[in-house]
């Protein structure tokens, strides 16, 4: 059974910094793409980042490159979003969600998502 | 800046049907951006419905199905049940590792 969890959100200041984690199970995490995705208060789905299986390909939505990065850890199943200079409309709820690439792309599982706030 | 369309809200009758679609402001939804639908309840994960345009995720009901409709792609639910009545979101693959989120339709069965 594939299973996702994500931790280490929380309530940081703007301008701040926070890393979050996503511990898979239940695949063999280096063959699969994964991603984060992230839901403001009352708001729809937002794609912010993904990474490829091997770690060699990172993809940022414009509203995040620069200041967040995205990470893997074959070696602990671990997927993790490097957050720096946080603003008020990065709070969110952030799910890790896994892909399936090729020869069709979607997201086929998704964690249960952790919540970050940024507020001062 | 690509933006992808979805009704805001819809309402169906229990035991009625609905399509919900998913566009492109500027263009049209192919087979080739990979369409897919996700459902989700009030603080639940999303959950996986349609992927590929028109592929049932494992276990996903045969009342909900997927198709491409004129230049937009669909989510029809046929024969609307109570526990239907969630959040719906199409999400594009635009290739390059980017996807693009609709602003997803609250469905109301009433």
């Known amino acids: 059974e594939v299973q996702l969890l994500e931790s280490g959100g929380g309530l940081v200041q703007p301008g701040g910094s926070l890393r979050l984690s996503c511990a898979a199970s239940?695949?063999?995490?280096?063959?699969?793409?994964l991603s984060w995705v992230r839901q403001a208060p009352g708001k729809g789905l937002d794609w912010v980042s993904t990474i490829s299986g091997a770690g060699s390909g990172t993809y940022y939505a414009d509203s995040v490159r620069g200041r967040f990065t995205i990470s893997r850890d074959n070696s602990k199943n671990t997927l993790y979003l490097q957050m720096n200079s946080l603003r008020v409309e990065d709070t969110a709820v952030y799910y890790c969600a896994k892909d399936y690439w090729g020869p069709y792309w979607y997201f086929d599982f998704w964690g249960r998502g952790t919540l970050v706030t940024v507020s001062s | 800046q690509t933006v992808v369309t979805q009704e805001p809200s819809f309402s169906v009758s229990p035991g009625g049907t609905v399509t919900l679609t998913c566009g492109l402001r500027?263009?049209?939804?192919?087979?080739?951006?990979?369409p897919s639908w996700y459902q989700q309840t009030p603080g639940q994960a999303p959950r996986t419905l349609i992927y590929n345009t028109d592929t049932r995720s494992s276990g996903v009901p045969d009342r909900f199905s997927g198709s491409i409709l004129g230049n937009k792609a669909a989510l029809t639910i046929t024969g609307a049940q109570a526990d239907d009545e969630s959040h719906y979101y199409c999400v594009l693959y635009m290739g390059a590792g980017i996807w693009v989120f609709g602003g997803g339709t609250k469905l109301t069965v009433l």
């Open positions: 239940g695949f063999t995490f280096s063959t699969y793409a």
């Open positions: 500027s263009g049209s939804v192919s087979t080739s951006y990979f």
